[in-house]
């Protein structure tokens, strides 16, 4: 008999990034090693579950930078150069490490696997990632829903209510523009919500979001059901809140599953431990050493002493982790089921690119939990609307400010490291919508253009990734130039549209570089 | 701008144009910049100080239970003080749960068809969000206490 569901949700965002000016650029590898490490292997796994005939049910959200990136045909004719790169380092080591018998039977899995990789890519996908999540949404095991326009961090847009807009309307657009029709559910960036963030996303069409446990829990009234079952907001939105314990066991860094000593170390890669003229080709071409995604030890311990990674080992790892995340689910839902009168529902969410980039194992993990779910028959996986159709009638509460970053609030958005963006940001919102609202009429398609590049240009200083980067000292110097560039790029095009002289290479290099949206119309930011 | 439970950030800019503009308004003494903070709705200051940045930023230390603060920037003498603009209003996150009275209970149907709101009164049979948490700290089911970390 089944006793609840349990409702896994993979969270898809990459900032968007592309360099057309450089045949390498490091930081496009972001997309690369997404693709292969994460985006692929979950998409072999679920045509594995239904050949298998597997029931499962997983909802995916896709940040529209990402949908544009994958959509993207320089980038992705860049990605294939980056796969063929890494398949040609394969060969290399497996004839390098022919004698050795610790590492050859890896050297060979990665060249098996990385084939594997570029023939699923290039012949099942035709070359479009996104064709695969389609195929698997036709099929009724994938619920894809999107996120805000170029993920930004909603509550801290707020002082320009347009910039809002423009972050959900854009979004529904995109996801339109790649689905055929309009999404359920949306994945607020960072998880983050702030009062009346519902009535705007109800005024296009979302159905449902997802909160952190503690927007729901410290929501008036405080939920009867706590996480175990979705509300309803005053304006009629349904809220799901993510379950604290099953987040933990995956997410924590020294208690949960990707940390376990069998499972692949992350930072031991061949691109830093192989001898400089062997892997030159391989690396930055300026001789930096990079990661390769070709990686020999497991974690086996915190200091720095590695051991082989043994590939056996770490599949039994995985299916025991699967048994006892499965075990624990149903754990969870029994001892809530007596006491609530509907089926409880457990959300789970995660970013994808943990699963596979991060946590190598990862995508394994998942189909062994399917598997689990599906021979022990105990609960079911479910999708948000599956769920509400089940139950439609749900509590009203209103949902407290909160986000899924440390303490459950702002911080990591604004702080000491990154405060100094939002004086700009806010700013280029009210004069895009003070521009904007002036040139609803406007027919000049020069002037047109201007407008629209502004609107990328803000859009895409306005990514989450970027302050989050600068607060964690991660890619911080890259996070800050692309903000100045896109503060700088916006106030070039003011003055231009000012004062009528405009440098019209300068604005198609733009348009090329930050091409985010071709569909875009600036009047998304006039009030009308 | 709210940052946490605890802390609200606000920033300003002002022009020389705008300051000189006001500065005769004030009759006497020397004129130093001021930011102010208030809860919008009881229009109660919460902090003041002064500041010579014509361009500055603050992290304000309050615990507002999702009072919606507003911060105004003005100029004063030691005597009086202009007001010159005023942010939009800010909610941060509350530390303080929402209510667990035993009331009725407002819920939801919502569906192709519409939406229907409605009042049920609280039903001692099921337990309340505040109760299911209570249970699992009763029965310490494995991993429970991580559902109370932020509890």
């Given at each position: 008999m089944i006793r609840g569901y349990w409702l896994p949700v993979l969270h898809s965002h990459l900032p968007f990034v592309k360099h057309p000016e450089h045949e390498y650029f490091l930081e496009e590898h972001w997309l690369f090693e997404a693709i292969t490490e994460s985006y692929i292997p979950l998409l072999i796994n679920m045509k594995q579950l239904v050949e298998e005939e597997i029931e499962f049910?997983?909802?995916?959200?896709?940040?529209p930078p990402l949908m544009e990136m994958l959509s993207d045909k320089q980038l992705m004719e860049k990605y294939e150069i980056y796969l063929y790169s890494r398949i040609q380092l394969a060969e290399l080591e497996s004839e390098r490490l022919k004698k050795d018998t610790d590492f050859l039977p890896l050297a060979l899995f990665y060249k098996e696997r990385l084939n594997q990789i570029k023939s699923f890519f290039t012949g099942v996908l035709n070359s479009d990632i996104l064709q695969g999540y389609r195929h698997f949404r036709d099929l009724g095991k994938l619920e894809v829903i999107t996120s805000c326009a170029t993920h930004g961090f909603l509550p801290l847009l707020k002082v320009n209510q347009k910039a809002v807009e423009a972050q959900v309307s854009l979004a529904v657009d995109s996801f339109i523009g790649y689905f055929g029709g309009p999404p359920e559910g949306m994945w607020l960036p960072e998880c983050a919500y702030y009062e009346g963030l519902d009535r705007i996303l109800n005024m296009y069409g979302i159905r449902y979001f997802f909160l952190d446990s503690e927007g729901l829990m410290s929501g008036d009234?405080?939920?009867?059901?706590?996480?175990?079952?979705?509300?309803?907001?005053?304006?009629?939105?349904?809220?799901?809140?993510?379950?604290?314990?099953?987040s933990k066991q995956v997410w924590s860094t020294h208690d949960g599953y990707p940390g376990d000593y069998q499972y692949r170390d992350f930072y031991r890669d061949a691109g830093?431990?192989?001898?400089?003229?062997?892997?030159k080709p391989f690396i930055s071409p300026d001789g930096t050493r990079v990661f390769t995604g070709i990686k020999y030890y497991r974690i086996t311990?915190?200091?720095?002493?590695?051991?082989?990674?043994?590939?056996?080992?770490?599949?039994?790892?995985?299916?025991?982790?699967?048994?006892?995340?499965?075990?624990?689910?149903?754990?969870?839902?029994?001892?809530?089921?007596?006491?609530?009168?509907?089926?409880?529902?457990?959300?789970?969410?995660?970013?994808?690119?943990?699963?596979?980039?991060?946590?190598f194992e990862g995508p394994d993990f998942l189909?062994?939990?399917?598997?689990?779910?599906?021979?022990?028959?105990?609960?079911?996986s479910i999708t948000p609307s599956e769920y509400l159709k089940l139950y439609p009638e749900n509590q009203v509460i209103a949902p407290s400010p909160s986000s899924w970053g440390y303490r459950g609030y702002y911080d990591v958005w604004l702080n000491e490291d990154n405060d100094w963006i939002y004086r700009h940001l806010h700013y280029m919102a009210d004069r895009l919508e003070e521009l904007a609202s002036a040139s609803v009429q406007e027919t000049d398609t020069l002037k047109i253009r201007l407008l629209n590049q502004m609107t990328r240009e803000l859009l895409l200083a306005q990514s989450s990734d970027?302050?989050?980067?600068?607060?964690t000292n991660t890619a911080r110097e890259y996070s800050s130039a692309r903000t100045k560039e896109h503060i700088k790029n916006f106030n070039r095009l003011v003055e231009w549209f000012s004062s009528g002289n405009i440098d019209v290479s300068e604005l198609e290099w733009m348009e090329r570089k930050h091409s985010i949206f071709a569909f875009l119309?600036?009047?998304?930011?006039?009030?009308? | 701008m709210p940052v946490n439970s605890d802390t609200s950030f606000v920033y300003w800019e002002v022009t020389d144009r705008l300051l000189?503009?006001?500065?005769?308004?004030?009759?006497?003494?020397?004129?130093?910049?001021?930011?102010?903070?208030?809860?919008?709705?009881?229009?109660?200051?919460i902090c003041s100080f002064e500041t010579k940045d014509k361009i500055g930023k603050s992290y304000i230390s309050y615990k507002p239970p999702l009072i919606p603060l507003i911060a105004e920037i003005g100029i004063s003498n030691g005597k009086g003080f202009v007001g010159l603009l005023k942010s939009k209003s800010a909610y941060s996150p509350s530390p303080v749960k929402g209510s667990r009275e035993r009331k009725a209970e407002v819920w939801m149907t919502s569906t192709a068809e519409g939406r229907e709101m409605f009042s049920i009164p609280f039903n001692e049979r099921y337990m309340s969000g505040a109760e299911i948490m209570e249970y699992y700290r009763r029965i310490k089911i494995s991993h429970a206490a991580s559902l109370f970390s932020r509890t």
């Open positions: 049910r997983l909802t995916l959200s896709l940040a009234p405080v939920p009867r059901y706590s996480v175990y079952a979705p509300v309803y907001t005053a304006a009629g939105v349904a809220a799901f809140g993510r379950d604290p314990l099953s830093y431990d192989l001898d400089f003229d062997y892997i311990g915190r200091s720095d002493a590695k051991e082989p990674y043994n590939l056996q080992d770490a599949a039994d790892k995985v299916i025991e982790h699967a048994v006892h995340f499965h075990d624990e689910r149903v754990a969870q839902i029994k001892t809530v089921a007596p006491m609530i009168d509907r089926q409880p529902v457990v959300v789970s969410p995660y970013d994808a690119e943990l699963f596979g980039h991060w946590w189909y062994r939990v399917f598997r689990e779910i599906h021979e022990k028959k105990e609960i079911r970027w302050a989050f980067l600068m607060s119309d600036f009047r998304v930011f006039a009030d009308r | 000189r503009g006001n500065i005769r308004k004030l009759k006497s003494g020397s004129v130093q910049l001021m930011i102010k903070v208030f809860g919008e709705d009881a229009n109660q200051e």
